[in-house]
């Protein structure tokens, strides 16, 4: 079984949590395509939902599969968000990020009523770091949240794309911030939050209450509890 297999896997055994009425979180990334391709064919088949989506890319897929979209400016609160993940640890901290769209990805998963991810067996971790922490920059602070996010211990990368400093959909730089293995991530993440010209960060604390991965072939789903 590839790992695509297993995103997809993951994706279809989620999608069975879309029910008639829904206001739901479309994510991003190759995971969360299954996802949007999935729920599409159950739309086509008759199932009544609507959706926010995460990124300009996961908008365009599902409106081009008929699913009626709604601009997030206008929703206040949704039923269920489902979205990748790069890493999880066993108390539901995630790091997102690696498809740049984590600043929309947070907004919509903290409007949600209950959020999953979905992922194959390499985004598990016993620790977060192993991935750098993306960090969504207005391009005016780049210089004074580099060095800021320096003092805090990172190596920090400005992510490019054909050379060019990569723009997020809100047009700002992201900074890739290797941080290592993280002790504290609650911690960090309100010293990433609490830096003035720093946007959004991929560090998600409490937002996951359940995960859905598929490794090597074996659906594991696991509900956050109030002791996580
Ligand atoms: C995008 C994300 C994605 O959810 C994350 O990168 C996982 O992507 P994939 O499903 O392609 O592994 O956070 O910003």
Known sequence: ?????????AALAAADEVKDGMLVGLGTGSTAVFLIDELGRRFAGGLRFRAV???LSSEAQAKALGIEVLPFADVAAIDLAID???????????IKGAGGAML?????AAS?????????????????????????????????????????G????L????????????????LDCHFGPIAAPAELAAQLSSIPGMIGHGLFIDEVDAFYISDAGQLIVKERLLSD
């Open 1 to 9: 079984m590839s790992q695509d297999d297993d995103k997809r896997r």
């Open 53 to 55: 989506a995460t990124s």
């Open 84 to 94: 990748g993940t790069d890493e999880i640890d066993p108390q539901f901290r995630a």
């Open 104 to 108: 929309r990805e947070k907004c919509v």
């Open 112 to 152: 949600a009523t209950r959020m999953i991810v979905i992922a194959d067996g390499s985004k598990q971790v016993a620790q977060l770091g192993t991935m750098p922490v993306p960090c969504e920059t207005l391009p005016f602070a780049l210089a004074f949240v580099r060095a800021a996010v320096e003092r805090l």
């Open 154 to 157: 990172a190596r920090v990368v």
């Open 159 to 174: 992510r490019t794309k054909s050379d060019e400093p990569y723009r997020t959909d809100q047009g700002n730089f992201v």
